[in-house]
């Protein structure tokens, strides 16, 4: 498909485990952002990539969050010594442009026991 | 600071009714975009229409309309016809031009009723 795609789309771990969550945008797309969802709120933006510039991380929560885009494509958002409060929804979106309409994957939900 | 305010946590309307989800915002940037995602209980976010703070013009998109008062920094998003399928989330974003990240209001719960 040409949608944005992201793995895995369920995944529990225990508290203290390293996760790591993939996102593949939308082929061409130069941007890619990074949100979380908790239950039964809004979005909450965690990090962006545009093209080959520096990341805007300020919306990382803490230092065991992080995120790399390889080649301008596929990313990985990993957080180390998973908490119980990161379980959430992680939802990535890619856009064609700056200040273009972004759109999203099915979202990783995570769960940590 | 909270930029995007969604006060209706839950609407309810009638099947083939309109109904109007409010949203304002608040920035001091002259330039920015308004976004309206739908999320269904699947979990996707699906994006409806945009407006830009200089369109002159409200935007539509079929039975989606933004009622865009720019002097009262609102965005309202307009459904006629309702359908049964219409029933979601709805989450009112804002990006200002010279910023990287969207701002997502708390979001309306939607219910529409045979």
Redesign the interface.
């Known amino acids: 498909g040409a949608g944005v795609s992201q793995s895995p789309s369920n995944k529990v771990t225990e508290k203290g485990k390293d996760v790591e969550l993939r996102c593949d945008p939308i082929s061409g797309h130069t941007a890619l952002?990074w949100?979380r969802q908790s239950l039964g709120?809004?979005?909450?933006?965690l990090i962006?990539f545009?093209g080959n510039s520096a990341p805007?991380k300020?919306?990382l929560p803490s230092d065991r969050f992080s995120a790399e885009r390889t080649g301008g494509s596929v990313s990985t958002l990993t957080i180390q010594r998973t908490q119980q409060e990161d379980s959430a929804?992680y939802?990535c979106?890619s856009e064609s442009g700056q200040?273009e309409?972004?759109?999203?994957?099915?979202?990783t939900?995570l769960l940590v026991l | 600071a909270q930029k995007i305010t969604q006060t209706q946590p839950g609407m309810f309307v009638q099947e083939k009714e309109a109904v109007t989800l409010d949203c304002t915002y608040d920035t001091s940037d002259p330039s920015y975009g308004l976004f309206w995602y739908k999320q269904p209980s699947s979990g996707e976010m699906i994006f409806l229409i945009y407006q830009g703070s200089y369109d002159q013009q409200n935007a539509t998109e079929g039975r989606y309309s933004l009622n865009f008062q720019k002097a009262r920094k609102s965005a309202n998003l307009v459904i006629s016809a309702s359908q049964l399928g219409d029933s979601a989330m709805y989450f009112c974003a804002m990006r200002e031009v010279h910023n990287n990240d969207m701002r997502f209001g708390a979001g309306t719960r939607l219910t529409v009723k045979p």
């Open positions: 952002y949100y709120q809004g979005l909450e933006f962006y545009q805007d300020s919306g929804v939802l979106a200040q309409t972004q759109y999203f994957g099915p979202g939900r």
